[in-house]
Each structure stands twice: as structure tokens, then as C-alpha cells.
């Protein structure tokens, strides 16, 4: 089975503007959560999709904002960006049938300048 | 909230000596909790996951235990080599999020 995929993986914005990442789980898996990982405050949770409801959200302003389709595939978007954004964006996928594994992609490094 | 914490920050050690690596979090409520892996500018690599009904799991030279009334895991890693040398992360899941500690970073000399 292909690994959990996440496009763009590189992406470099300015202040003010807004991202779309987007994360396709491992097929079959119907769970797709995000995290935010820094130098500073290293990984926090985003938030967590099961089949296309949001179950949990982190502590995050209101300019995260995520979406999962009927597919299972999830997109996150960050409005207004700032510096602060910057970070390593990681997506896991989990089965969510008693096996709560959690299997993560490679990330999206996000830049803001 | 959850709070986790690994103990030590940093590791080296020769090549062959076993590694120990520990994990302790505040609120014995999980659900599990899980052993990762990160190379650097890398995604998470699942190593084991213990069930919180579960004392311990095994997967070759890895061994996992959890005390789940002292909010304690530790990760062995036996007969090290260099290619074990990446960061190792502890997580615990409740509520479908997972708290991690701030990580292990393990360097083997060779």
C-alpha cells in the first residue's frame, strides 16, 4: 500500500496570504489528523477527521481551518499567514477500526517570510 | 491537559550498548500510547504501540513497556547500531489527538 502522501511538500509564502495543504491517508483509512510541528513548541495537535466530521481541535486561532472529503482525503488551510506559521505540517492516518496506529507523512514545510 | 515529558533530551552512546529511553505524562486516561521515530527534516515513523490494556510490546530489537498508574513508558533498544540514531518520540492518545513529549534525539557512535 502507498504511504500517506502530502502535497505541496515545500511551499514559501508571504505574510497576509493564505495555504492549502493537502494530505491523502493510506487507502482504506478513514481517520486523518494534523499537527504543527516547531523548534519551539515541537508537535501540536490541528486538528482530527473520521469520515468527513470533525472529532477534535486543537488550540489554534480560528485562521486553521480543515476539511475532509468523502474519499478520506483532507485539505487544511491556513488564512492571514504569519511569521509564526512557519513550521513543518504533518499528517497522519489511522484505520480507526480498533487499530488506532497512527502512520505519518512526510510534512509540508511551510515558510512564511 | 496532558503534559509529557522525556527524560533525557539527548543521548550518545557506542555502538552495541543497549538504549533506554523514558517517558512519563501527567493524566493516566490514554487510550495508548505510542513509540515514533524521526529523522531529521523527516515525517514520524510508527515503532510500536502499546494499548492502554497492554504492560508491554515487541517488535525485533525494540521493547516497549507502559505502567499506565504511573503514567510511565520506556522504550529498549537493544545491541544499538548507527543507522538507530534519529529522534525518538513518545505519544500518548486520547480523545483522537495525540500529546507528545519533546523527544529523545539518540546519536550511535560506531
Known amino acids: 500500500k502507498a504511504g500517506v502522501t502530502q502535497t505541496p511538500r515545500y511551499l514559501i509564502k508571504t505574510r497576509g496570504q493564505q495555504v492549502t495543504l493537502s494530505c491523502s491517508p493510506i487507502?482504506?483509512?478513514?481517520?486523518v489528523s494534523w499537527y504543527q510541528q516547531t523548534p519551539g513548541q515541537g508537535l501540536q495537535f490541528l486538528f482530527e477527521?473520521?469520515?468527513?466530521?470533525?472529532?477534535n481541535k486543537g488550540n489554534f486561532p480560528g485562521r486553521f481551518s480543515g476539511r475532509q472529503f468523502s474519499n478520506s482525503r483532507s485539505e487544511m488551510n491556513v488564512s492571514t499567514l504569519e511569521l509564526g506559521d512557519s513550521a513543518l505540517y504533518l499528517c497522519a492516518s489511522s484505520p480507526a477500526t480498533g487499530d488506532e496506529t497512527q502512520y505519518f507523512g512526510p510534512g509540508t514545510r511551510l515558510l512564511v517570510l | 491537559k496532558q503534559e509529557v515529558t522525556q527524560i533525557p533530551a539527548a543521548l550518545s552512546v557506542p555502538e552495541g550498548e543497549n538504549l533506554v529511553l523514558n517517558c512519563s505524562f501527567t493524566?493516566?486516561?490514554?487510550?495508548?500510547l505510542q513509540w515514533f521515530r524521526q529523522d531529521p527534516g523527516k515525517g514520524l515513523t510508527s515503532l510500536l504501540l502499546?494499548?492502554?490494556?497492554?504492560r508491554e510490546q515487541t517488535s525485533g530489537r525494540l521493547n516497549a513497556s507502559l505502567d499506565k498508574s504511573s503514567g510511565r513508558s520506556t522504550l529498549y533498544i537493544a545491541a544499538s547500531q548507527p543507522g538507530d540514531s534519529a529522534t525518538y518520540l513518545c505519544a500518548v492518545e486520547d480523545d483522537y489527538k495525540l500529546s507528545f513529549g519533546a523527544g529523545t534525539t539518540v546519536t550511535v557512535r560506531a
Open positions: 493524566d493516566s486516561a490514554i487510550y495508548n
Open positions: 502499546i494499548q492502554s490494556s497492554q
Open positions: 487507502s482504506g483509512h478513514r481517520s
Open positions: 477527521y473520521f469520515s468527513e466530521t470533525q472529532r
